[in-house]
């Protein structure tokens, strides 16, 4: 098996009759890098910032920001970055920033609700990334996203960042494209509505899995219910997909369901062209994908769509994986 993954490594991804997705890896920091390039991965598709802010005293600013930006969009040599703004609270805390005690810290002030209500710290953040996108090709993702006016507020907000970095005469790239994550339930109902804001979405399926089932992902007691294939969860799903591609918006995958071998064609069968998961896992998922077809998969789709349960979704899926 290990044999045949390294051959894959360096093929693209295209099945046997020639759809090609793209496969790409998800990054804490730029040494992750390394491993994205072994794994024949094609850029990165999810860029979590919130290891440069964690275990430390206090913020970085600008400057650290835009070094540890930099140092990432470097080290992918020409291959495209999705630098995500923070997705600090939830479980990521920060001991320097004085958040009073939550209640539903999942329900709480987190990611790009923090990011807005701080535009202070947000400004930082933005400028950094636009910095660092004059060394390669880099969007900016917003995190967790829950109805159009965040949209238009963090996009509003990033437009101050170009202005200020123009007049200052600071370079940045002119066509760093803006995405957000899809990650809440509203946010995937209302697909259609925000396809028409950025140029591109990225479907979080760890959240969307926490937030549709109202299943803590955290709770190991309630595990058996944390299910990405509950029909709730993939109808929403498909929904993102089909609507993104309407409005010919790009569309990936970038939680765990995309490293899952038993979701690969039921996801390429509803249209996703693009699957971000930890480097280690793109060879067996490309494998999959080599030796498969797009009308299979669009087969499979159909009948897993049809399907009650996600118990006779997964014994389905397992019996035609094998
Ligand atoms: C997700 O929610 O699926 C995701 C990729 O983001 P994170 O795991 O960082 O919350
Ligand atoms: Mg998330």
Redesign the pocket.
Known sequence: QAEVLKKVKDKPAITEDGKQVTLLA?ISNADDLEMMHDNGGEGVG?F?T?MLFMDRDSFPDEEEQFEFYKKAVLQAKGKPVII?TI?IG?DKHLSYFNLPAELNPFLGYR?IRISLDQEGLFMVQLKAILRASAFGTVSIMF??ISNVKEIRDAKLILSKAKNELLEAGVPFSADVKVGI?V?IPSAAVTADILAKEVDFF?????????YTLAVD?MNEKITHLYDPFNPGVLRLILNVIEQGRKHNIHIG?????ASDPLATLLLLGMGLEEF?MSAASIPAIKNIIINNTEAKAKQVCRQVMAMDSSENIIAYLKEITQ
């Not at 995958?253 to 369901?257: A, I, K, L, N, T």
């Open positions: 998800n999810l979590r919130e995500r997705d939830g990611a995190p967790m994550m990650e990225s479907i979080g399926t760890n959240d969307l899995c926490q992902r995958m970038c939680g765990e369901m971000s």
